[in-house]
């Protein structure tokens, strides 16, 4: 388990409950505060479905991240109009990844894509509609941006997603409750090439590989330009230290992502 502090959903829960009048005074209180939340690593939730007895959720794909050494690739806020050389590289390179997706502007502009990435084998996730920080807007703008693209992903592919990254991976109590309701689990990273920050396709590559360990959550984007370039050093440079690629789900396996709940 990894304790994380994130900006205390107190102020959130003010701006959506406390009178006009007694907010100030309440929400000078309440920023000087943290709300501290649990992430669940991949091996806790392995070892607990081991020791649970629990049956295989059949999310293995063709590697049992209990005994090899596994990375999940992972992309944000696509698809755009770098994806389809990612989706070729990927195919290539028998690499299964997971796509945090956007709706606006993403999801309803290349549908094609998102059909894609599921037919290819690729987990379809979410990255909410229009990218808006969670933890800074209302309740009902919250559910907004978390219901609209499950709803446009399961047009598409048959199936809502039990996965959501949110934005800036800010997040607090009143996200995660939220989230439960909604089926959805959250998931963070351990690895980011920052490479909304470059275009350095080289400098990108050598940041993921010199972060990368067992069980790594990888975070890329697949709207920059530097990026795409970037994912065949990556994949060719963790392959030859004896890393596999699977999905997020396929890391958690034989355990599974619970709604409500932040994985790193």
């Not at 059949?58 to 989706?87: H, I, M, Q, W, Y």
């Not at 933890?135 to 992903?153: G, M, Q, S, V």
């Amino acid at each position: 388990m990894f304790s994380v502090c994130k900006t205390t959903s107190s102020a959130a829960r003010l701006r959506r409950t406390v009178p006009v009048l007694a907010a100030g005074a309440a929400l000078a209180l309440a920023v000087t505060g943290c709300t501290r939340l649990d992430t669940t690593s991949p091996s806790s939730v392995r070892k607990g479905a081991a020791d649970a007895g629990a049956a295989d959720h059949g999310t293995f794909g063709t590697v049992d991240c209990r005994t090899a050494k596994c990375v999940a690739l992972t992309f944000d806020a696509g698809p755009s109009e770098n994806t389809p050389r990612l989706l070729d590289i990927l195919r290539r390179e028998k690499v299964p990844a997971t796509f945090f997706t956007l709706g606006k502007n993403h999801i309803e502009k290349y549908p094609q894509l998102v059909r894609q990435m599921d037919r290819e084998g690729h987990e379809v996730a979410s990255h909410t509609w229009s990218h808006k920080i969670l933890t800074k807007i209302d309740a009902d703008e919250a559910r907004a941006e978390l219901e609209r693209p499950n709803k446009a992903i399961e047009k598409l592919i048959g199936k809502k997603p039990t996965l959501m990254r949110p934005p800036q991976g800010r997040t607090d109590d009143d996200v995660n409750e939220l989230s439960k309701e909604l089926g959805l689990a959250e998931v963070l990273w351990t690895v980011t090439a920052k490479d909304y920050t470059t275009n350095d396709s080289a400098l990108i590559t050598k940041r993921v590989l010199d972060q990368t360990k067992r069980d790594g959550i990888i975070l890329l984007h697949d709207i920059y330009k530097g990026t795409v370039p970037a994912v065949p050093g990556v994949i060719d440079g963790l392959k030859k230290r004896g890393y596999v690629f699977v999905t997020v789900s396929q890391l958690l396996a034989p355990g599974k992502a619970e709604p409500g709940k932040v994985y790193r």
